[in-house]
């Protein structure tokens, strides 16, 4: 295991930073917000695009760059950094590693170079209740002909709104939470009977839940195993969001210590009163912490580790507990002006709470890493 | 060492490991007088810990990194990184405890002259001096560098007066690095660090009694104590940087207490609650907040481990160690109490035959893991120094 970055990856970083900065900067979040768009911000999607984002962990002979899973997640770093609106967590990880770990030579070879290219956005349409719960599937596949059709709802599908293929959970066999016989298929974004109910959402990224009456779908990976395939590609899934929720709490941060630095009470800064002091202190080593688990759980993932699941319950269960602690301090640190929509600490408290419960929250992944653990 | 392939390196010292560690170094402590200290005065209790030790340190294993020609091994840090995994493979004890090997040393290769290095080192390394610190005085706790202890130029020889608390071991020491005044004008820039022979006239220490019931801190009072000049580090008034440095190893080692093989809370927790059909610990709550105190250590260690690679590669880290030591005395605190919880009535024992030595040492290791947080600096004043020097926050901008 190594923490440390190749130059590649140094340059790749760099030039993440300096691009959400300049093109991708929380105002141009709001500006969606206020033209009410519901996170959708095409012009964002492709100027990513043209940089190869999507197909960060795209091997070359698909169309991608093939530069990893520490690739991947410090681009996510970055973009969580300033809440850069964009279906790249939902394409460039989950989709990408979901046809890479399930798809066959042919689904690889039709869907990876279209996500690579940013020409197809995809989405992971799992949930049926308001809880993070991949067992739970009353969604059912019924064999027609070839292939599948499927029937059933799912809920709060992140980029569900705009994406143009859907990786769906359903039931081949067995009854509700039953792990055995829950098959994921790939659902074509414009296919008949495929129903969207578009949210508008806290974070202001909007999703959707989805219906499906008598879709056309097609497997991805094997029929009736799909609890597994599943599971590991939440489990990048889950990696990915954690280094975005990492870039997004040491912005967060970053901008509350300025704010400390700056403001001034009884005739000095607040950041000399030691009530804020070590609170600030116990932040940064608590982001510290966090960082180490999430570089680690990328790094993970590169070496393809025996013990993923539990590289990705740890960097998520820090990850939704440090941003928080600190989305919370962020607007608490900066008082009354925190509170008001013109300043961005909103914009983070509003998208720290989303981010903390997808793909499972504290609860849920302190609860797995305690079963990986034996206990 | 630096020449051989690292697999071959690797496989020596497994080699070398499985014939030379003794069977009962290889068992977890029972409790924490089973350690190794060294020095004049220690008594070893078992032969196999003196034969451990001696084994180590003929082959500069006790401080792996230090140069070959002070009795250190010259090991690069990626040999020592797999020294230390091959001794965590067969869960291997320390071979000594010393504060020699993690405060004193370091900063002596850093900032004595070479006699120093050739007289003091190597006896470090060996397990022949044992060390105490005398930091902490009665009115310099927090605030250090309002120390008092007079240090007098006497022309031959410096003359020591005052008295120092929470001297760690300073009854079980031989010598004693110090932090004393040479100028009563200025503050931080008229301290020195001299090395004092426990043993000189005028040196007396009184062991205070914890609420954990062991003595492992002591009042040091120094009257008329005669030095060599020879024994001062690094020049006159110039103490206060190298007392600085050396509380930077101390927190880092302090931090680290705890992450030896010890007794687990899961363990503890499945033995004394039970688990249900499928394996779970029955008490719900208790096992989301291990869960989430292992998930914590687990932060930790990377932490360590990427401060370390950092380190390896250029940058600065010395700023870290407030943050490492702050963490890691919640961490301890937090893995003690979890233990007694685990434990439930188990760990109310005091003594007497009704409780297992495990039993009681969860109990001692509870009560003795509330100094943590206070001894090498509280973990406010810690928490002071990430706020001003790591994060820039100072009373006026």
């Known amino acids: 295991m190594t923490f440390s970055l190749s130059e590649e990856q140094k340059l790749l970083k760099d030039s993440a930073r300096e691009f959400v900065r300049d093109r991708a900067p929380v105002t141009r979040l709001r500006k969606t917000r206020d033209e009410k768009k519901n996170g959708r911000d095409d012009d964002l999607w492709k100027a990513m695009s043209e940089l190869?984002?999507?197909?960060?962990?795209?091997?070359?002979?698909?169309?991608?760059?093939?530069?990893?899973?520490?690739?991947?997640?410090?681009?996510?770093?970055?973009?969580?950094?300033?809440?850069?609106?964009?279906?790249?967590?939902?394409?460039?990880?989950?989709?990408?590693?979901?046809?890479?770990?399930?798809?066959?030579?042919?689904?690889?070879?039709?869907?990876?170079?279209?996500?690579?290219?940013?020409?197809?956005?995809?989405?992971?349409?799992i949930e049926e209740g308001a809880h993070h719960n991949p067992t739970r599937v009353a969604a059912k596949a019924?064999?027609?002909?070839?292939?599948?059709?499927?029937?059933?709802?799912?809920?709060?599908?992140?980029?569900?709104?705009?994406?143009?293929?859907?990786?769906?959970?359903?039931?081949?066999?067995?009854?509700?939470?039953?792990?055995?016989?829950?098959?994921?298929?790939?659902?074509?974004?414009?296919?008949?009977?495929?129903?969207?109910?578009?949210?508008?959402?806290?974070?202001?990224?909007?999703?959707?839940?989805?219906?499906?009456?008598?879709?056309?779908?097609?497997?991805?990976?094997?029929?009736?195993?799909?609890?597994?395939?599943?599971?590991?590609?939440?489990?990048?899934?889950?990696?990915?969001?954690?280094?975005?929720?990492?870039?997004?709490?040491?912005?967060?941060?970053?901008?509350?210590?300025?704010?400390?630095?700056t403001r001034k009470q009884f005739g000095q800064v607040i950041g000399g009163f030691q009530a804020l002091q070590h609170r600030a202190?116990?932040?940064?080593?608590?982001?510290?912490?966090?960082?180490?688990?999430?570089?680690?759980?990328?790094?993970?993932?590169?070496?393809?580790?025996?013990?993923?699941?539990?590289?990705?319950?740890?960097?998520?269960?820090?990850?939704?507990?440090?941003?928080?602690?600190?989305?919370?301090?962020?607007?608490?640190?900066?008082?009354?002006?925190?509170?008001?929509?013109?300043?961005?600490?909103?914009?983070?408290?509003?998208?720290?709470?989303?981010?903390e419960a997808l793909y499972g929250g504290e609860s849920f992944h302190r609860d797995r890493y305690a079963r990986l653990q034996g206990f | 060492?630096?020449?051989?392939?690292?697999?071959?390196?690797?496989?020596?010292?497994?080699?070398?490991?499985?014939?030379?560690?003794?069977?009962?170094?290889?068992?977890?402590?029972?409790?924490?007088?089973?350690?190794?200290?060294?020095?004049?005065?220690?008594?070893?209790?078992?032969?196999?810990?003196?034969?451990?030790?001696?084994?180590?340190?003929a082959r500069g294993w006790t401080a792996p990194t230090w140069p070959s020609e002070y009795g250190g091994a010259g090991l690069t840090p990626a040999e020592n990184a797999m020294l230390q995994s091959e001794l965590r493979r067969i869960n291997a004890?320390?071979?000594?405890?010393?504060?020699?090997?993690?405060?004193?040393?370091?900063?002596?290769?850093?900032?004595?002259?070479?006699e120093q290095k050739q007289e003091h080192i190597p006896k470090i390394v060996r397990g022949e001096i044992r060390w105490c610190q005398g930091y902490s005085?009665?009115?310099?706790?927090?605030?250090?560098?309002?120390?008092?202890?007079?240090?007098?130029?006497?022309?031959?020889?410096?003359?020591?007066?005052?008295?120092?608390?929470?001297?760690?071991?300073?009854?079980?020491?031989?010598?004693?690095?110090?932090?004393?005044?040479?100028?009563?004008?200025?503050?931080h820039e008229g301290i020195s660090f001299v090395l004092i022979d426990m043993t000189s006239p005028g040196v007396e220490t009184r062991p205070i009694k914890l609420i954990s019931g062991d003595s492992p801190f002591c009042e040091t009072f120094f009257t008329d104590v005669k030095v060599p000049k020879e024994n001062m580090v690094g020049r006159r008034n110039g103490g206060w940087e190298i007392a600085k440095r050396l509380l930077q190893y101390e927190r880092t080692n302090i931090s680290g207490f705890g992450s030896g093989a010890r007794l687990d809370v899961v363990d503890i927790a499945k033995a004394s609650i039970g688990t249900?059909?499928?394996?779970?610990?029955?008490?719900?709550?208790?096992?989301?907040?291990?869960?989430?105190?292992?998930?914590?250590?687990?932060?930790?260690?990377?932490?360590?481990?990427?401060?370390t690679e950092e380190a390896k590669a250029g940058a600065n880290v010395s700023h870290m160690a407030s943050m490492f030591k702050a963490a890691g005395a919640t961490l301890n605190q937090e893995r003690t109490e979890l233990m007694v919880e685990a434990a439930g009535s188990r760990a109310f024992g005091w003594g007497g035959e009704g409780f297992k030595t495990?039993?009681?040492?969860?109990?001692?290791?509870?009560?003795?893991?509330?100094?943590?947080?206070?001894?090498?600096?509280?973990?406010e004043i810690n928490l002071n120094v990430v706020a001003k020097r790591v994060l820039g926050l100072r009373d006026t901008q």
Not at chain 1, 157 to 172: K, Q
Not at chain 1, 297 to 304: F, Q
Not at chain 2, 29 to 35: Q, R
Not at chain 2, 279 to 297: C, S, T, V, Y
């Open chain 1, 281 to 355: 202190a116990k932040m940064f080593g608590e982001l510290e912490m966090t960082k180490s688990c999430v570089r680690a759980a990328l790094d993970a993932l590169d070496r393809n580790d025996a013990k993923i699941a539990e590289w990705a319950s740890l960097a998520k269960a820090r990850a939704s507990e440090t941003l928080h602690l600190v989305s919370s301090e962020t607007i608490q640190m900066h008082g009354g002006i925190g509170m008001t929509d013109a300043h961005d600490a909103g914009f983070y408290l509003k998208r720290a709470r989303v981010a």
């Open chain 2, 93 to 114: 004890r320390p071979p000594l405890f010393s504060f020699g090997l993690w405060m004193l040393g370091p900063v002596l290769l850093e900032y004595a002259n070479d």
């Open chain 2, 137 to 187: 005085e009665p009115g310099a706790g927090s605030d250090l560098a309002g120390l008092m202890t007079k240090c007098e130029d006497k022309g031959d020889h410096w003359l020591i007066n005052g008295q120092k608390v929470w001297t760690s071991y300073a009854n079980h020491a031989d010598w004693c690095f110090c932090l004393v005044r040479t100028d009563t004008s200025v503050k």
């Open chain 2, 358 to 379: 495990d039993e009681l040492a969860v109990t001692r290791g509870w009560l003795r893991a509330k100094a943590n947080s206070i001894e090498g600096g509280t973990t």
């Open chain 1, 52 to 125: 190869g984002w999507p197909g960060i962990i795209v091997p070359e002979e698909h169309g991608g760059a093939g530069l990893g899973f520490v690739g991947l997640g410090l681009v996510l770093e970055e973009t969580g950094r300033t809440l850069a609106t964009a279906p790249l967590l939902s394409t460039a990880m989950i989709g990408a590693a979901a046809l890479l770990l399930g798809g066959s030579e042919a689904q690889k070879k039709k869907h990876l170079p279209a996500i690579a290219e940013g020409k197809a956005i995809t989405a992971l349409a």
């Open chain 2, 276 to 307: 249900d059909s499928t394996g779970l610990l029955e008490d719900r709550d208790l096992r989301a907040r291990i869960a989430r105190h292992k998930m914590n250590e687990r932060a930790y260690a990377l932490s360590v481990q990427r401060a």
């Open chain 2, 1 to 57: 060492m630096t020449t051989a392939s690292p697999d071959a390196f690797r496989a020596e010292t497994r080699a070398w490991l499985e014939a030379n560690c003794p069977p009962s170094m290889r068992t977890p402590m029972a409790a924490d007088d089973e350690a190794t200290w060294g020095g004049k005065k220690f008594v070893f209790r078992n032969p196999e810990a003196k034969l451990w030790l001696d084994r180590m340190a």
């Open chain 1, 142 to 261: 019924t064999q027609s002909g070839p292939g599948y059709v499927l029937n059933g709802c799912k809920s709060y599908v992140a980029d569900g709104h705009t994406a143009s293929l859907f990786i769906v959970s359903a039931r081949t066999s067995g009854t509700a939470h039953d792990p055995k016989g829950i098959t994921l298929f790939l659902v074509k974004g414009d296919a008949k009977g495929l129903a969207r109910h578009e949210l508008v959402t806290v974070d202001s990224r909007g999703a959707a839940d989805i219906t499906l009456t008598d879709v056309d779908a097609e497997p991805l990976g094997t029929v009736g195993e799909g609890a597994a395939l599943l599971d590991q590609i939440l489990d990048r899934a889950r990696i990915g969001l954690a280094a975005e929720m990492l870039g997004q709490a040491e912005a967060a941060f970053e901008m509350t210590s300025e704010y400390l630095k």
